[in-house]
């Protein structure tokens, strides 16, 4: 991983590409906190190697990890913007919203956040029941341990099938069985995105739209969507994302444009369960500039 990232982050700085003059961050991570598979140590690391000025650990329903990120971001000289990530329903399907520069010690968020993820300890034993109807032997204390946080999601379940050798990537996991309308797919509580977006913004956050390439709708539906959203107070839009085509990304600039809404973007770095994806550079493509920072930091209501 590190190699990966040092090679290709050195390689950038030679090629005259422009590279050097922008100042990059990150604004979409995951770690241990949730159901990324590095610390929120080793994600930094990464970040500092990629040479990132400022990143936001975006961890699933939890905002345990942003004291010690904002500890080694001091090291390091790298700015931690406190975030989360909540997943909210969309008919059948979910829309997932980030949350930035939130009052991270507010005691509603963090009860909230605590619902959420009680919503994933009643689902995820029934998804392991699933499986082991299909002739897979894993318990939920086995996925529990993987886990070693109480933001348990379907990518530790992959993760312990691949360690037993029942997959042999995240991916196969995920297509034969945890995707939605595969076989051990269960579903979970989920808030509706208005209100998501109504807890970012009453814990002081700037609430943004994650990767609206995963969003199942047409342009115009998006659009209705998104207009829907910022008048229950959506602040912004993840234009810039690992797997946004380029065509994409202009599609959701405008769209941004369109509607007076913030620009974000990042990687959405998991670990192991998205081996394509690192700390800063996604595919390789991802650019996402510092310039974007402060326009997000002066939205925010938390300090
Ligand atoms: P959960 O939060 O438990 O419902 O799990 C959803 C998470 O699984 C998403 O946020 C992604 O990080 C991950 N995920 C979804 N689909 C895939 C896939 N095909 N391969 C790897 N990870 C995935
Ligand atoms: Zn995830
Ligand atoms: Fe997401
Ligand atoms: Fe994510």
């Known amino acids: 991983w590190q190699r990966g990232v040092l090679r290709r982050a050195t390689s950038r700085a030679e090629d005259g590409g422009g590279y050097i003059t922008m100042s990059r961050i990150d604004l979409h991570l995951h770690t241990t906190h949730s159901d990324g598979s590095f610390s929120t140590g080793e994600v930094m690391a990464f970040a500092k190697q990629a040479g990132l000025k400022a990143l936001a650990i975006t961890d ?11 500890a080694i971001g001091k090291e390091l000289e790298i700015e931690v913007v406190p975030g989360v990530e909540i997943s909210s329903r969309l008919g059948e399907s979910e829309l997932h919203i980030l949350g930035y520069f939130l009052n991270w010690t507010d005691p509603l968020l963090a009860q909230r956040l605590s619902t959420l993820r009680d919503s994933r300890h009643l689902r995820n034993p029934k ?52 995707a939605n309308g595969r076989p051990a797919f269960v579903d979970r509580e989920l808030p509706e995105p208005a209100e998501a977006v109504r807890w970012i913004r009453e ?23 998104v207009r829907e959203l910022k008048a229950a107070g959506l602040g912004g ?7 946004h085509t380029p065509s994409q990304t202009t599609e959701y600039l405008d769209l941004a444009k369109q509607c007076d809404l913030l620009v974000t973007g990042g990687s959405d770095f998991h670990g192991v369960t998205k081996p394509d994806i690192e700390v800063g550079i996604g595919r390789g493509q991802l650019k996402v500039s510092e310039k974007l920072l402060d326009p997000l930091r002066k939205a925010a209501t938390s300090s």
């Open 237 to 243: 839009i993840e234009v810039h994302y690992s797997t």
């Open 127 to 178: 998804i392991v029941q699933r499986l082991n109807e299909l002739g897979i032997p894993i318990t939920y204390e086995e996925v529990r341990a993987l886990a070693g946080t109480e933001s348990v999601g379907r990518p530790h379940i992959a993760r312990l099938l691949m360690e037993k050798k029942f997959v042999t990537s995240a991916k196969e996991a995920f297509d034969r069985y945890l």
């Open 60 to 70: 699933h329903d939890i905002i345990d990890g942003i004291p010690e990120a904002t």
């Open 203 to 225: 814990a002081g956050g700037v609430p943004v739209l994650a990767h609206p390439t995963w969003v199942r709708t047409s342009a115009d539906g998006l659009r209705v969507l």
